[in-house]
């Protein structure tokens, strides 16, 4: 693990509204986050949220600008500027979106995606390191994180077989080999063991039903 000070990471906090809800989804691709967020978002209905769907890099005008011209890029871009993209959409969304919408009581906002992933392909894969991506989001609006983070975890391998069978059209991440899903899944465990208040892991490698199973029980939970 990373030597990062207690300073910095105290800085990170989830939003002050305790009546509203602030969740992110993260998982390396095939993990199911997609089915997982609708399975989240119809469990909150059910009880009354308005919930508001997110995705990153993207939930604004700029945001979804910087994504087209991130994922469909033909040449690699360096992490450092990676990193610094994803930072600039992710204020942008806090900003004209999420904080504004957290003020309303009875709200639940899921982020497809967070500083999590940051940390996983900028930091960890891209290998600028951890702490260079948590002092790049160091100042507010950056420093607010979801209350709960739920991690769909899978191999490295399993992400690979999901990708075959899927046979889609691959974006400019999901082009990378093995070795860089490695890297993400080790990413991913840092962050789960630098904030483990916040990140829930769960096994992925279950079936739908079962992964979805223990989703409703930890919003339960929370809730």
């Not at 990708?163 to 400019?172: A, E, G, L, P, V």
């Not at 789960?192 to 939970?221: C, H, M, W, Y």
Request: charged residues 20%; proline residues 4%; hydrophobic residues 35%.
């Amino acid at each position: 693990m990373s030597n990062i000070p207690f300073e910095l990471l105290s800085r990170f906090s989830p939003p002050e509204n305790a009546k509203s809800l602030f969740l992110s989804f993260e998982g390396i691709e095939g993990a199911g986050k997609s089915t997982q967020i609708n399975t989240a978002a119809n469990f909150l209905k059910s009880l009354g949220y308005d919930v508001l769907l997110l995705r990153e890099p993207g939930g604004t005008v700029f945001g979804e600008q910087l994504r087209r011209a991130i994922l469909s890029s033909q040449k690699n871009l360096h992490p450092l500027s990676e990193a610094f993209l994803f930072a600039s959409s992710r204020a942008q969304l806090l900003y004209e979106v999420i904080l504004p919408k957290l003020k309303n009581n009875g709200t639940a906002v899921i982020c497809d995606r967070y500083i999590d992933s940051s940390i996983a392909y900028q930091g960890y894969a891209g290998k600028l390191g951890t702490r260079t991506v948590l002092e790049i989001h160091g100042n507010h609006p950056l420093t607010i994180v979801p209350h709960k983070t739920f991690y769909i975890k899978i191999s490295p391998q399993t992400s690979i077989a999901r990708q075959k069978i899927r046979n889609q059209k691959k974006d400019y991440f999901e082009s990378k080999g093995l070795a860089f899903y490695e890297s993400l899944v080790k990413g991913y465990e840092e962050a789960a063991t630098l904030f483990p208040d916040r990140i829930i892991s769960i096994d992925g490698e279950q079936d739908q039903t079962s992964v979805s199973a223990q989703l409703e029980l930890n919003l339960k939970e929370l809730i």
